[in-house]
């Protein structure tokens, strides 16, 4: 029944390693993001992809990577992992940007903690 | 500036008490507003759309002042199931594509019994 599920809920990991987190939204959207929250519960577009092609990418290290396989889903792989990159990371899913109700449907979080 | 500004808190407010936040954006040709809630250690959730008129649901009240640039969010007769971050939100561009919501850091409510 979960609209826009994420897994895993914590990941702790070192620097230095590689991780994938992955979302999916059984809600029909067309629209996915990756938003950050860091310590300061700032929250922060990272990516938005529209029917799997990416239409913004808000200036993020390259070390991070999305893919979206197909409109549902939509995975965030990080690359050689820093202490830095320790927040909360949300998965989200809307209709067309284009519509006029642009109510977004966030997951539940991935807590990553990097040692 | 920020593009969205609010003041970060803490409102610790009576039950039952009126409570009030304003939110500033910077981006004068932002189209669309909103106010999101986010429970501790929880996402997100929209609480309700900014219309230009101002808009209401239930105990709720929004209000846009295009011309100071802030939005604002009355709450009357506050519940314990009120506390919570209120987070301001804006899209800056309001158009077809490139769409992008901009959060504001929140502001966080304690309702006190």
């Known amino acids: 029944d979960t609209a826009v599920s994420q897994t895993p809920k914590y990941l702790v990991t070192q620097m230095g390693n590689d991780k994938s987190i992955k979302c999916e939204q059984n809600?029909?959207?067309?629209?996915m993001y990756w938003y950050k929250q860091d310590s300061k519960k700032f929250l922060k577009i990272m990516f938005s992809?529209?029917?799997?092609?990416?239409?913004i990418n808000e200036t993020v290290p390259n070390r991070f990577s999305p893919k979206s396989p197909d409109k549902a889903h939509l995975n965030l792989h990080i690359n050689s992992l820093e202490l830095g990159d320790s927040a909360v990371y949300f998965c989200?899913?809307?209709?067309?940007?284009?519509?006029?109700?642009?109510?977004?449907?966030f997951g539940p979080g991935t807590r990553l903690t990097v040692t | 500036r920020k593009e969205v500004e609010q003041d970060p808190g803490p409102f610790n407010v009576p039950e039952g008490a009126t409570v009030a936040f304003n939110c500033t954006y910077s981006?004068?040709?932002?189209?669309?507003f909103f106010w999101y809630r986010q429970d501790c250690r929880k996402e997100p959730k929209l609480l309700m759309s900014?219309?230009?008129s101002g808009n209401e649901d239930g105990r709720f009240t929004a209000q846009l002042n295009r011309a100071s640039q802030y939005i604002s969010l009355l709450i009357r007769d506050s519940k314990l199931s009120d506390s919570a971050t209120y987070l301001c939100?804006?899209?800056?561009?309001?158009?077809?594509?490139?769409?992008?919501?901009?959060f504001g850091t929140g502001t966080r409510l304690t309702i006190i019994p």
């Open positions: 989200a899913s809307s209709q067309d940007p284009g519509a006029a109700s642009y109510e977004q449907y």
């Open positions: 809600l029909g959207h067309d629209t």
């Open positions: 992809y529209n029917n799997k092609e990416l239409i």
């Open positions: 981006n004068s040709a932002s189209q669309s």
């Open positions: 900014v219309y230009s």
């Open positions: 939100v804006v899209n800056p561009r309001g158009s077809f594509g490139n769409e992008k919501l901009t």
